[in-house]
């Protein structure tokens, strides 16, 4: 027997989760029957901003379809906080007790008729809407780690040229290379942890979807692709042209010793050892190199004035303002608490140290990835000499 559900409110929305089984200190989503993570309102905030921009852009009400849905707060708030907006929600789920809890929660928000609930296995599901005019306009794959076993299935449902494909990997462990051999088996990369590991785990995934597009003779196009708490997020169009993946992807080479790091473009280009101090360079990749977001998709989604309201609008609003910048510089960042623990320095103000790097004549930002990170296009070497010759002014 389930206990009785409870009411919770996220946005505008209310809906029903089911109470923790057991008495724990804090909220711990997987000690529910039916997961739900109040710690993602962030991404579902998100998914709401994104499906507005592709309403207003496609001018028409849109198709989604979420295969994994959990209690379905996702679904249920699209629908509610963007009333009107969409022809049909599909929130499926396997788990026969997230099922029950979809089919209440679209009641208790009079969703009938706009929202379908189902209890069949997410691929499954997207394969019966892999033909012709069946195709969606919006899926959203959020699941427990990897989204790979679902990424193909996904592709083959959207909408060529026109929709938009989200994803979320949660298994920031494999991708940020703490398991070599297993990064290797889902994602076809290599990868080593570094002080920038968000940064490639968000590149790999890309490479990985930008592949099996491929596989459809299809071009992924990033719109909005970050790093966020425990999480890497991506969505995406895709086009049905010719894929030029390999104008795309590259490597990164590191010197663990001297944090020398390089973007490569071809694996016949990589050096083997350090140009700054000779040590062994580690490679990670392949990993997409190419731009993690589309400025103008940014520009459509931060327009929409009605949806600040939303919990994480300003957090999310600070990164969105971010990543264009980023598109134009190296596949990589400098942690600079790391940086000046090598050379046992006092960390400077990171608003300081790039003003002093564009002065030196080099480009210089911060980066979503990390509040301690900043990226720039001058080599590590040169940073270093900045980075001593503010040491006795900080
Ligand atoms: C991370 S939760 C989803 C959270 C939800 N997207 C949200 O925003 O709250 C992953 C869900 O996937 C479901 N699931 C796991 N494997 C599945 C499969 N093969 N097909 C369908 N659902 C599956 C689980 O029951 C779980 O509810
Ligand atoms: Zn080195």
Redesign the pocket.
Known sequence: MLAEPVVFKEGRTFFQIYPPEKKEKGFVPTNLK????PL?VS??DLSIMVCAALRRKLGRAITVL?????????GVRLGVELENFFQSILL????PA?YKLIKSNIELNGLRGIAYPFN??????MSLFSQGDWRLDYI?V???GSPI??ASTAIRAARFDSSILAF?A?DMSVLCGVYPAKVFSKYGAITSRTDYSHETALRILLYRLSLIAGAYELTINPLISYYMDHYVRVYFSIAKTSPNTINRIGYISHCVKCLYRSKVVSIEDAALKCPLCGSKLLLSGPMWTDKICSEEFIKNVLSDRSLEYLPSFKRLKSVLNTLPLENDMPPFYYDIHVLCDLMQLKVPKIDFLIDKISDSGFKAIRTHFSNRGVKTDAPVNVLKQILFSLSSKV
């Open positions: 039916v997961f739900y993570n993602m991404n579902r979420e295969p994994l849905s959990g209690c379905g707060v996702r499926n789920d396997i788990n997230a069949e296995e997410a691929n499954f599901i959203d959020d699941p427990f076993p679902y979320t949660t």
